[in-house]
């Protein structure tokens, strides 16, 4: 070949600064690193020693997501520092559901022209996300693509693995009677932001528009990355009495309330029980939402329900409190299908 030859960086691929990423980011997943951790970034493959970890007969749990659109909102303001943690969550908080603790966590970010200073924020968002989750950030993919993403367009997907002792599995035990104990929001979380952005544009807002209910920008207030429960939730389940655990994302109270709920049996929900809060009271007025939909594609301030045994709601309650969570008794466990709803969101 010529020395005049085309390279992969003239394509628009710049191998240097995958490489400069990769060292920027390993501060970030040290700092992840737990019992079971087993060699850090920059192998094939990533190791993870269960026994090391303290199960003796586990089972693995692994779940996989993306941000989705909130994405837009992130790279049109150039707040990028949170949004890993929103890609955290939505991956740990659906393995808590099934009772697994998560035990690692890898990402993956693809854009069109790597960016190490915009990127090495986002994976910081991540570390931070997988730090306070209590799991091990191994590994992840850096892709860049021109062609297949333009301007400072980017994606995130993530994947967790967790682990939890043979028979020890949720959902299990539910039964009429049980109490639903609904642990608040931090915002929208992560899904309905097609929705959210249609808002906003019949609006007449910017992201930069100062935010109707207060606080910061409309753009800083709707990035409240995802709240994580995945530490006060297994505290609950080692406490016992927790009979499922259902995690309110896309499909909101209406869609993933049954999901955890067996064969004859509802949920009650006296929506009185707590106060919509003001981005959610923003979007339905904005938006003309009815009460239905927003039901059905926001969380509406609820982002984790408990189904416990009644005789535990309590004691489990104040554990959860003491955790640092909110949380507000919705109703019960009732005798049917699907969720049936009193009083009005307020």
């Not at 908080?93 to 890898?106: I, K, M, R, S, Y």
């Not at 509802?266 to 904005?286: C, Y």
């Amino acid at each position: 070949m010529s020395g005049n030859g085309l390279t992969y960086a003239q394509a628009g691929v710049d191998i240097d600064a995958g490489n400069a990423l990769v060292e920027r980011i390993k501060p970030f997943a040290r700092r992840t690193e737990r019992s079971g951790t087993m060699a850090g970034l920059g192998g094939f493959g990533a190791l993870f020693d269960l026994r090391a970890a303290g199960y003796s007969d586990p089972i693995l749990v692994a779940a996989t997501d993306g941000v989705g659109t909130k994405l837009r909102i992130a790279i049109e303001t150039g707040h990028l520092d949170e949004v890993g943690i929103d890609l955290v969550a939505m991956c740990v908080n659906d393995l808590v559901c099934q009772g697994a603790e998560p035990l690692l966590f890898l990402d993956y970010f693809a854009t069109g022209k790597l960016q190490v200073e915009e990127a090495a924020r986002v994976i910081a968002g991540i570390a931070l996300g997988c730090e306070r989750s209590g799991c091990a950030l191994v590994g992840g993919e850096t892709a860049e693509m021109p062609g297949m993403y333009h301007g400072g367009d980017f994606d995130l997907a993530g994947f967790a693995v967790g682990a939890m002792e043979r028979g020890t599995d949720l959902p299990r035990g539910v039964e009429e009677g049980d109490v639903l104990l609904g642990l608040t929001s931090a915002g929208v979380h992560s899904n309905g932001f097609s929705l959210v952005r249609r808002v906003k544009e019949v609006s007449g807002m910017s992201w930069d528009s100062p935010a109707p209910w207060g606080g910061a920008s409309l753009g800083e207030e709707l990035l409240a990355p995802t709240r994580l429960y995945v530490k006060p939730a297994l505290a609950a389940i080692r406490a016992g009495g927790v009979h499922a655990l259902a995690h309110i994302t896309g499909g909101g109270l209406t869609e993933n309330l049954p999901r955890v709920l067996p064969e004859g049996l509802g949920a009650r929900i006296d929506l009185s029980s707590w106060r919509l809060p003001p981005v959610f009271a923003w979007l339905r007025q904005a938006g003309g939402i009815a009460e239905a939909e927003m039901l059905k594609t926001f969380n509406s301030g609820i982002g984790m329900v408990a189904v416990v045994a009644a005789d535990r709601a309590e004691a489990l309650a104040r554990l959860l409190i003491e955790a640092g969570e909110t949380v507000v008794p919705l109703g019960t466990v009732t005798a049917g299908q699907g969720v049936s709803y009193s009083g009005q969101l307020a």
